[in-house]
C-alpha cells in the first residue's frame, strides 16, 4: 500500500525552525484579545500610564456646598455670601508587573495544521487580564474601603442583604454614586455561587424577565436591577467558603495600565521549544473610601 503523505502548513509567524515570533504582531494582537476577558477594568476609573518609571496622580476634589442667597445679600446688608476652602487633594497609582509563560515546542509549530501562534496569543491575553481583573475585584475587599460589610460567610445572598447593599452605597458614597439606568455609573460583581440566590430574589427576577424596550433587560440575564448593572465574575475574593461581593461607584477605584502587554521568545535547544513570556505593567488606588460596600456570602 502506498504512503500517503499529508501536507501541513507552518503556524503563522514562525518562518521555519529557529526563527522568531513578532513581537510587534504578538503584543497588539494580545491587547486586542485582552480587552475580551477584561470586568473590572470599564467599570471604575481607568488611565494610561505613559511609561514603566511613570506614576499617576490623581486629583481627589472637596466638596462644595450650597445656601439660600437671601435678600440681606442683595441689598449689601450685614449678611455676605461665605465662600469655602474645598480640601483636595491627590492619589498615586504606582505600576506593578504581572506575568504569564509558556514553552511552544518547535515540532509541534513545524506540524501543527492550525494557527498555533493566534491561539496562544489568545490564552497569554486571557491570563493577564483575568489576572489583573482578580486584582481588582479582590481589592474591593482592602481596609481602604471604609463601608461595614454586609453578610457573613454563613448568609445567602437574599433580598433584605442586597437592598442593605445598594442602601450603604447609595447613603455614603452621595454624589460619587449615581443610580440610574441611562447615565449611572454603579456596579455589582459577584460570584457564580451566587446565580441561585440572586435568581430567587423577586425584585430582581421581575426585572429581568419582565422588561421590556425601555429598559436593557431583554434576555431573562441577571444584568442590571435598582439603577446599577451588575457582572458574574469567578474573580471575587474568596475566603473560608463565602465570596466577597462588591457593589460600588466608578469613583470607587483608579486603575491604569500601559497602552498594551509586552512579550519576548527565546529558543531552547535542550527542549527544541520556544520559551514565551508575555508581561503587563497595572497599579491600582482607592479614590472614594466609602463609594463600595461589600455583602459576604456563601460560595458553595
Known amino acids: 500500500m502506498a504512503a500517503t503523505i499529508i501536507a501541513s502548513t507552518i503556524a503563522s509567524g514562525s518562518a521555519g525552525a529557529g526563527q522568531p515570533f513578532n513581537v510587534d504582531e504578538w503584543t497588539a494582537f494580545m491587547e486586542v484579545a485582552a480587552r475580551d476577558f477584561r470586568v473590572t477594568a470599564p467599570l471604575v476609573r481607568e488611565f494610561k500610564f505613559k511609561g514603566p518609571a511613570d506614576q499617576l496622580n490623581i486629583p481627589i476634589l472637596g466638596t462644595v456646598t450650597a445656601a439660600d442667597f437671601t435678600q440681606a445679600m442683595e441689598e449689601g446688608n450685614a449678611a455676605t455670601i461665605a465662600y469655602s476652602m474645598p480640601t483636595s487633594n491627590t492619589k498615586a497609582i504606582t505600576p506593578s508587573m504581572s506575568y504569564a509563560a509558556l514553552k511552544l515546542a518547535q515540532r509541534e509549530i513545524d506540524h501543527s495544521t492550525y494557527d498555533l501562534e493566534e491561539g496562544w496569543q489568545d490564552e497569554l491575553a486571557e ?26 460567610t454563613t448568609s445567602n445572598y437574599t433580598e433584605p442583604l442586597i437592598l442593605s447593599q445598594f442602601q450603604s452605597v447609595v447613603t455614603n ?128
Do not use: C
Open 127 to 152: 491570563a493577564l487580564a483575568q489576572f489583573e481583573d482578580q486584582k481588582l475585584i479582590q481589592y474591593f475587599q482592602n481596609a481602604a474601603f471604609t463601608n461595614t460589610q454586609l453578610g457573613s
Open 173 to 300: 458614597a452621595k454624589s460619587k454614586a449615581r443610580f440610574n439606568r441611562r447615565n449611572g455609573n454603579a456596579s455589582l460583581v459577584y460570584h457564580s455561587a451566587q446565580i441561585d440566590d440572586l435568581f430567587g430574589i423577586q425584585i430582581l427576577t421581575n426585572a429581568s424577565i419582565t422588561s421590556n424596550d425601555q429598559t436593557p433587560l431583554v434576555t431573562g440575564e441577571f444584568v442590571a436591577a435598582l439603577g446599577f448593572k451588575a457582572y458574574m465574575s469567578d474573580n471575587v475574593y474568596v475566603s473560608g467558603g463565602a465570596a466577597y461581593n462588591p457593589l460600588f461607584s466608578k469613583e470607587a477605584l483608579a486603575m491604569a495600565r500601559l497602552y498594551k502587554p509586552k512579550m519576548r521568545q527565546q529558543f531552547l535547544p535542550d527542549n527544541i521549544a520556544w520559551a514565551i513570556v508575555a508581561w503587563q505593567e497595572f497599579g491600582y488606588v482607592a479614590l472614594n473610601a466609602t463609594a463600595s460596600t461589600i455583602v459576604i456570602a456563601k460560595s458553595t
